[in-house]
Nanobody, 127 residues
Framework: QVRLQESGGGSVQVGGSLTLSCQISGYTADNYCLGWFRRSPGKDREGVAAIDNEGNTDVADSVKGRFTISKDNAKNILYLHMNNLKPEDTDMYYC?????????????????????WGKGTRVTITS
């Protein structure tokens, strides 16, 4: 059974940094793409960043230069490193996974219905 569990959310001041983690278990696929998304009530879901099994990455224009995505294959952990946080980054952040040879840019663009989702972790940016 696939399980994705996010952690690392919290309250941070404007300009601060935060790293989110997503522990992945039960996932077996040669080709896959992992992504971070964010969503709040009343807002559309937004793709934030994605990384495929080869390590290719993509990040949304809204966070480019501030957020990076990485993964630790040995520990099966996906990360989202967030710097220079802004009030508009306040949101629920979710990690998700899709099997297959999928380009990270298409995951960020929201082209795909992801196969598996975590329950989310909340990030709040305070001024």
């Amino acid at each position: 059974q696939v399980r994705l569990q996010e952690s690392g959310g919290g309250s941070v001041q404007v300009g601060g940094s935060l790293t989110l983690s997503c522990q992945i278990s039960g996932y077996t696929a040669d080709n896959y793409c992992l992504g971070w998304f964010r969503r709040s009530p009343g807002k559309d879901r937004e793709g934030v960043a994605a990384i495929d099994n080869e390590g290719n990455t993509d990040v949304a224009d809204s966070v480019k230069g501030r957020f990076t995505i990485s993964k630790d294959n040995a520990k099966n952990i996906l990360y989202l490193h967030m710097n220079n946080l802004k009030p508009e980054d306040t949101d629920m952040y979710y990690c998700a996974a899709i099997r297959g040879k999928v380009r990270p840019a298409t995951v960020v663009a929201g082209w795909w219905a992801m196969d598996d989702w975590g329950k989310g972790t909340r990030v709040t940016i305070t001024s």
